[in-house]
């Protein structure tokens, strides 16, 4: 008679348990996730609202998940995510102008998480915002250019801003290219309901004869903004989406000056990363790069340290605040700011830096000084 080897049998043993103690959701590779809110003093008719940058979290649309009230002042709401999701969420009462706030009345950052194992997310909102639902309010004249579609990546939509005066002549423009592009222009796609306000800074700055008229043209992330945006292979292929997909279009469909130039682009935050590798890397196409809040990891810190060169005529914008989120971005800051000048980067020539003392790690910080990233990489000369 054979007996099984012990090793084997106790390997066994050992499977079977972790099965029995995983949930149906687990065996499939998702994790059990529970938010759960105490939230004091709302009303009978408030719902409260999770908010995410994943399908399962509603794409960040402000009113896709509710939660269910399951006492007086508890919330919960359980949902099924992939294992290892990187999660960004917030809480809403339904719309961005209701958004949980934090206890002294500030904007919140984001919640970040990543779903490794089953488990309850629990918070306490003490607070919320009372501002009137947001609603559109484009300054100028924009177009849509809907699902646009490139290898690798999720089709997402594009917003185009033509300057003032556009149509009144045959003048070619530089071109702005922004990333995520719903928060841009428009507060009823922004994700907090406030935009960066870039249609009515630039329009101001272009009509006070201090910048060159610009197209802006907005690109939407997608639920994969993280890996978009990131240093990786998806990261690559949103750049080459952007190069031989939205440019060509633009080109093709708007009077723009195509040249490197008269190319630009500009982002926030994984935006601002996104920002400085598409110019790092086709330098063919963009001279310039402008970096609000870049969250420059150390791998894209050593990748610069590690060329022979930086591209030729290369220009670069970088700023950041001081508060929240802004604070630990700050280290990456410090860390590309050493390495850029060993690449020939001077301060007045061809780099900018900004620290917005006092600022946050949102739209509306990036809207208060807007005016600086957009005369660093458009301005007029000055008179004497």
Not at 20 to 43: H, Q, W
Not at 59 to 64: D, K, L, M, T
Not at 150 to 174: A, K, N, S, T
Request: proline letters at 7%; one cysteine or more; a negative charge.
């Amino acid at each position: 008679m054979h007996h099984m080897p012990i090793r084997i049998a106790l390997a066994i043993a050992l499977a079977g348990a972790m099965v029995a103690g995983c949930s149906r959701n687990e065996m499939k590779g998702l994790m059990d996730i529970t938010f759960r809110v105490d939230a004091p003093g709302l009303d009978e008719g408030d719902v409260i609202y999770v908010v995410g940058n994943i399908p399962e979290l509603g794409n960040w649309q402000p009113a896709a998940i509710p939660l269910t009230r399951v006492k007086d002042d508890r919330w919960e709401v359980h949902t099924a995510i992939p294992y290892a999701s990187r999660i960004e969420y917030k809480f809403t009462l339904g719309n961005w102008g209701t958004e949980a706030l934090n206890d002294d009345g500030s904007m919140p950052d984001n919640f970040h998480a990543v779903t490794t194992r089953s488990t309850t997310y629990k918070h306490t909102v003490n607070r919320w915002r009372n501002d009137p639902q947001p609603v559109g309010g484009i300054t100028g004249e924009v177009h849509y250019h809907r699902q646009l579609a490139g290898p690798g990546i999720l089709p997402r939509d594009v917003i185009v801003w033509l300057p003032p005066g556009y149509d009144e002549g045959l003048d070619r423009y530089p071109v702005l290219y922004m990333h995520d592009g719903q928060n841009i222009a428009d507060p009823a796609t922004s994700f907090i309901g406030v935009d960066w306000q870039v249609d009515e800074t630039a329009q101001r700055l272009i009509l006070e004869g201090r910048m060159d008229p610009v197209i802006v043209v907005g690109i939407y992330n997608s639920p994969q903004r993280m890996d978009d945006y990131g240093a990786g292979e998806q990261g690559r292929a949103y750049r080459y989406f952007v190069v031989d997909v939205v440019k060509p279009l633009i080109d093709a469909t708007y009077r723009t000056r195509p040249d490197r130039e008269a190319t630009a682009t500009m982002g926030s935050s994984m935006g601002g990363l996104v920002a400085f590798l598409l110019a790092w890397h086709h330098p063919e196409t963009f001279r310039q790069a402008a970096c609000l809040s870049p969250a420059f990891f150390p791998e894209v810190v050593a990748e610069v340290r590690q060329a022979t060169a930086a591209p030729a005529g290369l220009r670069i914008y970088m700023d950041n605040g001081t508060e929240g989120l802004e604070e630990k971005i700050q280290g990456f800051c410090d860390d590309m700011m050493a390495a850029l000048p060993e690449k020939g980067f001077r301060e007045g020539e061809n780099f900018m830096w900004v620290l917005d003392d006092g600022a946050e790690h949102n739209e509306a910080a990036w809207a208060a000084r807007l005016d600086q990233p957009l005369l660093f990489l458009f301005g007029r000369p000055t008179a004497p």
